[in-house]
Nanobody, 127 residues
Framework: VQLQASGGGLVQAGDSLRLSCAASGRTFSNYIMGWFRQAPGKEREFVAAISRNGGSTNYADSVKGRFTISRDNAKNTVYLQMNSLKSEDTAIYYC?????????????????????WGQGTLVTVSS
């Protein structure tokens, strides 16, 4: 599956952004989807994940209550709504797809269990 992330940009602290990740090539609903990010000089970290049917989600503690992951299987797209952005949210955001489970409700938070990655979209939050 090919993944194309978009929606990044330069915003001020407190603003909102919505990232999108469009998938093509294979059946999107067969994949658990996740968002990860990598800040300058830091390792890649988990942000959020959503199950194949969209019924289960999981968030990193640092974004819980501010970010929302969702998916539209009819549009082959996963979203990350980011509210109340902080300077520490500045990073390249990557979407990823995992085929590790056929269960409709399983979510995956470990990057090594993701098979496909998008190219990343840069989010810069100025304080």
């Amino acid at each position: 599956v090919q993944l194309q992330a978009s929606g990044g940009g330069l915003v001020q602290a407190g603003d909102s952004l919505r990232l999108s990740c469009a998938a093509s090539g294979r059946t999107f609903s067969n994949y658990i989807m996740g968002w990860f990010r990598q800040a300058p000089g830091k390792e890649r970290e988990f942000v959020a994940a959503i199950s194949r049917n969209g019924g289960s989600t999981n968030y990193a503690d640092s974004v819980k209550g501010r970010f929302t992951i969702s998916r539209d299987n009819a549009k082959n797209t996963v979203y990350l709504q980011m509210n109340s952005l902080k300077s520490e949210d500045t990073a390249i955001y990557y979407c990823a797809a995992s085929s590790v489970s056929f269960s409709a409700t399983v979510i995956v938070i470990f990057d090594k269990l993701y098979d496909y990655w998008g190219q990343g979209t840069l989010v810069t939050v100025s304080s």
